[in-house]
């Protein structure tokens, strides 16, 4: 039988240990948007409906991105904590952040390997993958034009 505190530790450990290896995934996943968001740096992204001057609105198309981002253990913990007392979840702002930023490249990226200029009328969709999870699904879409 384990004691209750050694039952503790054991716990604090993994959170600590599942918290440090959710850590360094972001990191790389924020480094990985970084180098891939420079290879599309010439496709313009507006949410407006009309394209700028000299840009075919005739020929559009729709663009699709979406991703789902989980955040880890450690995050989910303290953010319990906090649902209890109220305030802002920042732990949850950086995961629906990246999660945006996620599916608005890879949307622009089906885009500039379509051969577009701009991707027009950019919208967003989110939702909750379950009820209990800390994943958010986003949705971004777009008309591409030439």
Known sequence: MVSPIV?????????????????????QHLENLAEREKRVTAVLVLDTAAPPLGLDPVHGELVIGNAVIGTDYLKQFFARW??????EMKAY???????????????VEDAYDRGARAVVNVRYETSQI?????????LCYGTLVR
Do not use: C, H
Request: positive net charge; hydrophobic residues 45%.
């Open 82 to 87: 906090r649902n209890l007392f109220g305030g």
């Open 7 to 27: 039952g503790l530790l054991i716990t604090l450990v993994m959170l600590v240990g599942l918290g440090g290896i959710g850590r360094m995934r972001e990191r």
């Open 93 to 107: 702002q950086k995961v629906l952040s990246r999660a945006r930023r996620e599916a608005q490249l890879r949307m």
């Open 130 to 138: 379950a009820a209990r999870s800390a994943a958010p699904e986003v």
